[in-house]
């Protein structure tokens, strides 16, 4: 495994970003996620949670301060895998950039990725040199919610024969249903 402060030919980039310089080859890489390896973090906390709740259930916890801590532990680590899952299934259907994924845990070179055969390795969508852009999602939420006015006009203020307050407001067209 190579390290950052290892290497003088690493090009910064901003964290996260997609790719990195692979340190002997001098070549870009793109970030490979293992899904195999997210699952095993998943399972690991529900595992967690599980034994918290039996600790709780059989009284082996230490004191009353931890008892009355347990169950909202064990709620904030079943939120946190449900969202997860949440997220998993967004990158799995091609909703979002499977980046959004990635962590240390679930980190696998594309190099490595290449000679698994047993595992589900998903990649950035982001090529070297290409700026992120939003996912499709995003850039559907940006648009017009339906059954909201349009203005089809100039903006206010643009043309000379624009009302003086109190008059008529400029027109906008309804969505027709």
Do not use: Y
Request: hydrophobic share 30%.
């Amino acid at each position: 495994m190579w390290r950052a402060a290892s290497c003088h030919r690493r090009r910064p980039h901003r964290r996260g970003a997609a790719f990195t310089t692979h340190p002997r080859r001098n070549r870009t890489m793109h970030k490979a996620i293992s899904l195999s390896a997210e699952l095993a973090e998943i399972r690991n906390a529900v595992e967690g949670a599980r034994f918290l709740a039996d600790e709780l259930a059989t009284g082996g916890l230490e004191d009353r301060k931890r008892e009355l801590q347990a169950p909202l532990t064990i709620s904030a680590i079943l939120v946190l895998v449900e969202l997860r899952l949440h997220q998993v299934e967004r990158v799995l259907r091609g909703e979002e950039d499977p980046l959004l994924l990635w962590a240390p845990q679930n980190d696998v070179s594309p190099i490595q990725a290449e000679d698994e055969e047993h595992d589900l390795v998903l990649r950035s969508w982001i090529e070297p040199g290409e700026d992120e852009e939003p996912s499709p999602r995003k850039k559907a939420s940006k648009s017009p919610v339906q059954g909201t006015t349009r203005r089809t006009g100039p903006p206010p203020g643009a043309s000379p024969d624009q009302p003086e307050e109190g008059g008529d407001q400029p027109t906008t067209t309804e969505p027709k249903s």
